[in-house]
C-alpha cells in the first residue's frame, strides 16, 4: 500500500495551518467535487478544499460540517447526487466554530430541517456568528446557527445503525469536536475518526484574552487524540491526509486505500511539534 510521504504530510499540514486564518478564502475551497462513497456508510460531500460528509442509515442521514456559506448549495447537490434527499438529513453536526467549517450551516439547517447539534464551548460562537479566541488575522464572523441540542464530552449521538461519539478537543477553538464511530467497509468493521483541527492557525498563543487556557486546551487534546484508535481518519482539510489521492487510488481496486493505522498518531506528533515552535517563539 503507498503511504503518502512525510514531506508531503508535512506540505498538507503547512496548507491547512493558515487556511484557517487566511481572510480571503483559496479558490480551492469552493471548487466543486463530485460526491463519493468512503465506507459502507460514509460519503464525501465537501468541495475540493473543504470537507463535509454525510453518514447515512437506513435512509436517514447526519451532516458534518457546513464549510463556507457560498459552499452549501454545492453540498445540497452532492447530497442530491448520490440519491438522498435534502429532508434525509436529521441532524447536522460541526467540527468547530470557524466560518471555512461553520459557515453554510445555516442554510443547510434550513434547506434540509435537521436538528443542529454542537458541543457547549463553541456554542456562543455558533449563536452569535462570531468566533471567540484571539488571533493574527481578527475576527472573521459567519452567519449565526442556533443550536438545538448542545452537547458535552462523551455524548453518543445515535440515528439509525450510526452511533457518533462527541470528544472535547479544544484549543483550536474552545469546543473543537472530534467525531468517532466504528463503520463497516466492505465487510470490514472500521474504526473511524473526524479528528478536529489542531493546527495554531493565527491563534493567539500567548496573552489570549478571550481565550485564556488556550495552552494548556491544546496539550489536552494533542494527548486526547494521540491515545485514540483510528483506522481511517477524515480531516475537515481534506489535504491533510489526501483524501483524494486515496479515492484516485480507491477508484484504481485499492479497497484499503482510506486504511492507515497510525496515521492519526503521525498527526498529532507533527501537530504539536509546530505547536511547541510556535509557542517558543511567541514566548521570547
Ligand atoms: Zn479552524
Known sequence: M?????????LAFS????ACAIAAPPAIWSQPAKPFRITDNIYYVGTRGLASYLLVSEGQAILLDGTLAENAGLIEDNIKALGFNLEDVKI?????????????TAQLKRDTGATFMAMEQDRSALESGTPEGDTNYGIIRFPAVKVDKVLH????????????????????TKGCTTWSLKDTDKGTE???????????????????KGYPDIVKDFRISFERLGAM????????????????????????????????????????????????????????
Open 2 to 10: 503507498r503511504k503518502i510521504s512525510v514531506s508531503a504530510l508535512a
Open 15 to 18: 496548507i491547512s495551518a493558515s
Open 92 to 104: 447536522i453536526l460541526n467540527s468547530h466554530a470557524h466560518y471555512d467549517h461553520a459557515a453554510g
Open 153 to 172: 464530552d462523551g455524548d453518543v449521538i445515535a440515528l439509525g445503525d450510526l452511533h457518533m461519539t462527541a470528544t472535547l478537543t479544544p484549543g483550536h
Open 190 to 208: 472500521r474504526q473511524v475518526i473526524f479528528p478536529c483541527s489542531i493546527s495554531v492557525a493565527g491563534n493567539a498563543l500567548v496573552s489570549n
Open 229 to 284: 484508535e483510528a483506522d481511517i481518519v477524515l480531516p475537515s482539510h481534506p489535504q491533510v491526509t489526501g483524501v483524494f489521492e486515496r479515492k484516485t487510488r480507491l477508484d484504481a481496486g485499492d479497497k484499503a486505500a482510506f486504511v492507515e493505522p497510525g496515521l492519526l498518531q503521525k498527526i498529532v506528533e507533527r501537530s504539536q511539534a509546530a505547536f511547541e515552535k510556535e509557542l517558543k517563539a511567541k514566548q521570547k
